[in-house]
């Protein structure tokens, strides 16, 4: 690993510190979890704003809203009666949001009820797996939809974006941002960085990760270089590389 400049250190710690803050979550998927009560219901808001976090914010924070108003704030209620159905039906051909049909979203939500079912809620599941690695957590629910509709990865090769945020949503305890539910499940240390093309491109002007091609070992290098700057909690980077963006690469 490349010994990190001490500016960029310091811009790093500068941003974090700027960013993390309750403001952050105003045209932030994050918000919608901040618009609901209780615990149960503030998971599942936050797995579906995240599972739609993709393209266009203007456009899929519209799609989320949608969702939330039809739920009536009551998200977890909503997908454990199959709620959904009325405007997400079986077998639907009309498009939900760019690639996702009305059949993805219904497969994704069904499965997503059925976890609901069988274990209440999806912290009891990672709970379940009596690991506090933030990768099997990972893996545990990407193997757990399977493939069933494109919102979750099949499994845990690719950088899995939104899947890692959610985790990040879930775990940070501490935060303006950030909820801690699963803080005694998982132990942020092991949190892994939500990466795309921009994080990698921004990542690599720093210095912090070589490559071109995002992939959940790129992420993992990335969380690494990231752990030296912040050894107890490496996605304060998160809140960091998003500051650098809004710089302009500054």
Same mark, same amino acid.
């Given at each position: 690993m ?6 960029? @250190?310091d811009?790093?710690?500068? /941003?974090?510190?700027k960013? &993390?803050t309750a403001?952050f979550i105003q045209g932030d998927?994050?918000?919608f979890?901040? $618009?609901v009560?209780?615990?149960? /219901? $503030?998971?599942?808001?936050a ?10 914010r203007?456009q899929f924070?519209?799609k ?6 039809a739920s009536g704030?009551?998200m977890?209620a909503?997908?454990?009666?199959g709620?959904?159905?009325?405007i +997400?039906? &079986?077998?639907g051909?009309?498009s939900f949001?760019?690639l ?5 979203m /219904? ?5 997503y009820? !059925?976890?609901?079912?069988e274990?209440?809620?999806?912290g ?5 797996l009596g690991?506090?690695n933030?990768? %099997? ?5 990407? @193997?757990y ?9 099949k499994d845990a090769?690719?950088?899995?974006? @939104?899947?890692c945020m959610f +985790? =990040?949503w879930m775990? @940070?305890n501490?935060?303006p941002?950030d909820l801690g539910?699963?803080a005694?499940?998982?132990? =942020?240390?092991t949190?892994?960085?939500p ?5 990698l $491109? $921004?990542s690599?002007?720093?210095g912090?990760i070589?490559?071109?091609c995002?992939?959940?070992? !790129?992420?993992?290098k990335?969380t690494a270089a990231l752990?030296?700057v912040f050894? %107890?909690?490496?996605?304060?980077? %998160?809140f960091a ?5 809004? /710089?302009?690469?500054?």
């Amino acid at each position: 690993m490349p010994t990190i400049d001490p500016g960029v @250190r310091d811009t790093l710690i500068s /941003n974090a510190a700027k960013y &993390e803050t309750a403001e952050f979550i105003q045209g932030d998927p994050s918000w919608f979890m901040h $618009q609901v009560s209780g615990d149960a /219901n $503030q998971e599942a808001m936050a797995f579906v704003a995240s599972g739609l976090s993709y393209g266009s914010r203007q456009q899929f924070m519209k799609k989320i809203q949608l969702l939330l108003d039809a739920s009536g704030g009551q998200m977890a209620a909503w997908i454990a009666d199959g709620a959904f159905a009325d405007i +997400l039906p &079986e077998g639907g051909s009309k498009s939900f949001y760019r690639l996702y049909t009305e059949e993805h979203m /219904n497969a994704f939500l069904t499965r997503y009820r !059925a976890m609901l079912q069988e274990f209440g809620t999806m912290g009891q599941m990672v709970r379940g797996l009596g690991s506090k690695n933030a990768f %099997d957590a990972i893996e545990a629910i990407c @193997r757990y939809f399977g493939g069933s509709s494109p919102v979750i990865p099949k499994d845990a090769s690719s950088a899995c974006k @939104r899947v890692c945020m959610f +985790l =990040r949503w879930m775990v @940070r305890n501490g935060s303006p941002v950030d909820l801690g539910l699963w803080a005694d499940a998982i132990d =942020r240390r092991t949190l892994i960085i939500p990466m795309d093309t921009h994080v990698l $491109q $921004q990542s690599a002007r720093l210095g912090l990760i070589s490559g071109k091609c995002t992939s959940m070992a !790129a992420a993992r290098k990335l969380t690494a270089a990231l752990s030296e700057v912040f050894p %107890d909690d490496p996605l304060k980077g %998160d809140f960091a590389l998003f500051g650098y963006g809004v /710089n302009g690469g500054e």
